[in-house]
T-cell receptor, first 116, second 115 residues
Framework: DTGVSQNPRHKITKRGQNVTFRCDPISEHNRLYWYRQTLGQGPEFLTY????????KSRLLSDRFSAERPKGSFSTLEIQRTEQGDSAMYLCASSAHRTGGQETQYFGPGTRLLVL | AQSVTQLDSHVSVSEGTPVLLRCNYS??????LFWYVQHPNKGLQLLLKYTSAATLVKGINGFEAEFKKSETSFHLTKPSAHMSDAAEYFCVVSDPPGGSYIPTFGRGTSLIVHP
């Protein structure tokens, strides 16, 4: 399978704990995106990388959230001191960006987080 | 600023009848538009995309969508629904090249298909 993969698929944690999610994009894709999706809503943009550079962050991404893509390949999203409001599906997507060209994002299956 | 409105939160059809999922967008540019489908416990899958070529776009599984600039619409249609089409559908707008590429998703339309 050469699609976008995410691990773990499910995570249950207690309020106040830290969690980390991993995303492995399609290998030749230079852009990687993180989204959050809550029940009954469409995905909301959190942040994205071009190669290893984090180019934009949403106001939704509080100080407790941090994302990295150290070698321009896989990415991690860490949530510190989790709160019940962080419970959601966290989606990763990747794309092949070319200057002046159109791009299409391909999504992973998501990591479902439940904070008790 | 860009935005997208999916006019129906739920659409219910009988198997074999036509499907219409409505989407209106707002963009300061000539945007790229997408439809994605999300089956339960599955990732978002691209159905089709409009990128300023033909206004009638054909996608996978018999779906198609027509870009109407005058109506700022990008409705998704299928002539005959199948039980396997039951899923959540998202309309997405994104700025064209030179924009931020940050897509904006609609809230989704749940398609229910009755036998």
């Amino acid at each position: 399978d050469t699609g976008v993969s995410q691990n773990p698929r499910h995570k249950i944690t207690k309020r106040g704990q830290n969690v980390t999610f991993r995303c492995d994009p399609i290998s030749e894709h230079n852009r990687l995106y993180w989204y959050r999706q809550t029940l009954g809503q469409g995905p909301e943009f959190l942040t994205y990388f071009q190669n290893e550079a984090q180019l934009e962050k949403s106001r939704l991404l509080s100080d407790r959230f941090s994302a990295e893509r150290p070698k321009g390949s896989f990415s991690t999203l860490e949530i510190q001191r989790t709160e019940q409001g962080d419970s959601a599906m966290y989606l990763c997507a990747s794309s092949a960006h070319r200057t002046g060209g159109q791009e299409t994002q391909y999504f992973g299956p998501g990591t479902r987080l439940l904070v008790l | 600023a860009q935005s997208v409105t999916q006019l129906d939160s739920h659409v219910s059809v009988s198997e074999g009848t036509p499907v219409l999922l409505r989407c209106n967008y707002s963009s300061s540019y000539s945007p790229s538009l997408f439809w994605y489908v999300q089956h339960p416990n599955k990732g978002l899958q691209l159905l089709l995309k409009y990128t300023s070529a033909a206004t009638l776009v054909k996608g996978i599984n018999g779906f198609e969508a027509e870009f109407k600039k005058s109506e700022t619409s990008f409705h998704l249609t299928k002539p005959s629904a199948h039980m396997s089409d039951a899923a959540e559908y998202f309309c997405v707008v994104s700025d064209p090249p030179g924009g931020s590429y940050i897509p904006t998703f609609g809230r989704g339309t749940s398609l229910i298909v009755h036998p």
